[in-house]
């Protein structure tokens, strides 16, 4: 098979990552007798110093070309420290989730046997654990109608949902339930929103459609308390946007690192595969940042395809990697800290 994949590496540790995942792809398409094709283009601070806007049309259109998009991260502090700054990197990332329609992000959380004491959580609490958010990505606060009145002492954020917009994101996550434990929980503040109220109304209208499927409903505090508790009750989880956002960032924890978590943005027009963790500006150029969470995303690209042997090829040469302490800095724990060109290089050598 022939495969056309965008490839925005975007800021800080973003293009190192990327890297490593390219080679691991690579690895693997040859291994299982198939053809990538990379199609770079620019996104993020990368994009706004090159040519003054964080997502450029000709990125857009390479995107929408393309049978998935790996991306890196985004991010830069000059833009981070400067709260009037007129464009930045992350209006990019919300350009282009809406442009190429990208309304699921699918976040595994999971647990790795030989990192189970290496999470802030004790043993007993994660062993096990294995949930999926799937976050509604193009609506909600981040998107809705924002600005400043009474001479710019008064800010506002509007937060908008419509019906469709949480059922085809509910869909997702009634179809996924299907394929694990059968088990959704809807996450919303319905005690006081009235946009959580449409969201628990509307996912209760759904529930004849999958009878199999047991649906529970939980205020978003809870499930942040429960979290921490008992993260191995859950299983399939979906929320809005800014919920989605904060959850799935608590969740990942979990594993003993950031820098071990995929994600996945599926849309209708093309699906974008990410790791979880930021463009960390700190460690750029230092070749000390985790490349495993980037390629764990390429996984889930390779299986997206239908590919389900090479994905999990992949996570399995990362088992391999982890449970021989062939790790970053990250998880290193005083032991030996491998770089991040390393780490990648053993899991091609060891695929």
């Not at 009037?84 to 190429?100: D, N, T």
């Not at 943005?265 to 979880?276: A, H, N, Q, R, Y």
Request: hydrophobic share 40%; charged share 25%.
């Amino acid at each position: 098979m022939k495969y056309n994949i965008a490839l925005l590496a975007g800021d800080g540790i973003g293009p190192e990552v990327i890297n490593e995942a390219v080679k691991v792809s690579d690895a693997v398409a040859k291994k299982f007798g198939h053809e990538i094709t990379w199609k770079p283009a620019l996104t993020g601070a990368a994009a706004i110093d090159a040519v003054g806007v964080p997502y450029p049309d000709e990125t857009h259109e390479i995107c929408l070309a393309a049978d998935a998009v790996l991306f890196g991260a985004i991010g830069h502090p000059k833009y981070d420290n400067d709260p009037l700054a007129p464009v930045r990197p992350e209006q990019g990332l919300l350009l282009m989730r809406k442009k190429l329609g990208l309304f699921a992000n699918v976040r595994p959380t999971f647990t790795f046997p030989s990192l189970l004491d290496k999470s802030p959580l004790k043993r007993e609490r994660i062993e096990g654990t294995d949930l999926v958010f799937l976050r509604e990505l193009t609506g909600g606060i981040y998107f809705g109608e924002k600005g400043r009145r009474d001479g710019g002492d008064t800010a506002f954020d509007n937060c908008v949902y419509t019906r469709a917009e949480v059922q085809r994101l509910a869909k997702k996550g009634f179809e996924l339930a299907m394929t694990r434990s059968k088990k959704l929980c809807c996450v919303d503040k319905a005690n006081v929103m009235e946009t959580s109220r449409l969201w628990r109304e509307t996912v209760q209208a759904m529930e004849k459609d999958y009878p199999e499927v047991t649906v529970s409903y939980e205020f978003v505090d809870a499930v942040a308390m429960r979290l921490v508790q008992w993260p191995n009750t859950y299983d399939v989880l979906i929320t809005e946007n800014l919920f989605g956002d904060i959850l799935t960032d608590e969740a990942s924890v979990i594993s003993g690192s950031m820098g071990l978590m995929p994600s996945a943005s599926m849309g209708d027009k093309v699906s974008l595969f990410e790791p979880i963790h930021g463009s960390y500006p700190q460690a750029t150029g230092l070749n000390i940042a985790n490349p495993m969470a980037t390629v764990l995303s390429a996984a889930m690209m390779f299986e997206n395809f239908g590919l389900m042997e090479e994905g999990a090829a992949m996570r399995n040469v990362v088992n391999k990697a982890l449970e021989a302490g062939v790790v970053t800095e990250d998880l290193a724990d005083g032991g030996k800290a491998y770089g991040t060109k390393e780490v990648g290089d053993w899991l091609v050598a060891n695929l």
